[in-house]
T-cell receptor, first 113, second 107 residues
Framework: DGGITQSPKYLFRKEGQNVTLSCEQNLNHDAMYWYRQDPGQGLRLIYYSQIVNDFQKGDIAEGYSVSREKKESFPLTVTSAQKNPTAFYLC????????????FGEGSWLTVV | GQNIDQPTEMTATEGAIVQINCTYQTSGFNGLFWYQQHAGEAPTFLSYNVLDGLEEKGRFSSFLSRSKGYSYLLLKELQMKDSASYLCAVKDQKVTFGIGTKLQVIP
């Protein structure tokens, strides 16, 4: 089935550690996005990529890094510089142009312990 | 930049109609989306408007006025399972979401 796969679903991070969240899509979408959602809050854009080997910062990029080496993959690294990383992380993708609906993965819950 | 406003909470009765409003101020505009999100789950797509007017899809309809920077989502014949958050999102180069409206449907 086509879709967006995020892993892991649940992740615990010790303070000072970097962790990487995986996002893979087989929809042949050009654009991919990472959002963060805190309890009771809306979605905030971390990074987005419109094409392979290119990405742009969103509204809250500090303490995060991404790469886009392949069209189908857009991993997010939460670095130790991110002081409050506990949140629900959502990866999404869309085609470029036209009725470019964004489709979401199931999300990853990250908790700092 | 983009600024998107929608009410934070609404309550409506099962079987009734509810309208969730969204106003936006953006530097560019390439469409407006509505998503539904149940607690702890990913958002699911409801509707997309890029031209002015009403788009109807079953019990759900969405309206857009670009000149007024205004949209609404209309839910008819409310069911208990419609209790969720409803997210308004605007696209220019990127997609920016509003904070979401938490709708509670009561018997």
């Amino acid at each position: 089935d086509g879709g967006i796969t995020q892993s892991p679903k649940y992740l615990f991070r010790k303070e000072g550690q970097n962790v990487t969240l995986s996002c893979e899509q087989n929809l042949n979408h050009d654009a991919m996005y990472w959002y963060r959602q805190d309890p009771g809050q809306g979605l905030r854009l971390i990074y987005y990529s419109q094409i392979v080997n290119d990405f742009q910062k969103g509204d809250i990029a500090e303490g995060y890094s991404v790469s886009r080496e392949k069209k189908e993959s857009f991993p997010l690294t939460v670095t130790s510089a991110q002081k409050n990383p506990t949140a629900f992380y959502l990866c999404a993708s869309s085609v470029q142009g036209g009725r470019n609906t964004i489709y979401f993965g199931e999300g990853s819950w990250l908790t700092v312990v | 930049g983009q600024n998107i406003d929608q009410p934070t909470e609404m309550t409506a009765t099962e079987g009734a109609i509810v309208q969730i409003n969204c106003t936006y101020q953006t530097s560019g505009f390439n469409g407006l989306f509505w998503y539904q999100q149940h607690a702890g789950e990913a958002p699911t797509f409801l509707s997309y408007n890029v031209l002015d007017g009403l788009e109807e899809k079953g019990r759900f309809s969405s309206f857009l006025s670009r000149s007024k920077g205004y949209s609404y989502l209309l839910l008819k014949e409310l069911q208990m399972k419609d209790s969720a958050s409803y997210l308004c999102a605007v696209k220019d180069q990127k997609v920016t979401f509003g904070i979401g409206t938490k709708l509670q449907v009561i018997p």
